[in-house]
């Protein structure tokens, strides 16, 4: 059974649950009791690529295009 990660949106806490995948998108509640916590993406491949802050752009960074105002 995988495990997925939540965060919570009220106190910012992160944690863990083991559940079915069927149920990896109902709602989870943080350790505090909080009931709005969101499940965070998975992180699978970190190989490939390299950190998108080292160059700023190719990463999905948003810069791209010149949108930043560096002319
Ligand atoms: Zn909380």
Redesign the pocket.
């Known amino acids: 059974m995988p495990i997925y990660e939540f965060r ?1 949106q ?2 910012g ?1 992160r944690f863990e649950e083991r559940r079915a995948m069927r149920d990896s998108d109902a709602p989870a509640s ?1 350790p ?3 009931a709005h ?1 969101v499940r965070l993406l998975p992180v699978f491949a970190t190989t490939g690529h390299a950190a998108p802050d080292a160059s700023g752009c190719g990463a999905g960074g948003g810069c791209c295009g010149g949108a930043c105002g560096a002319a």
């Open positions: 919570c009220q106190c806490t943080c505090a009791g909080h916590a």
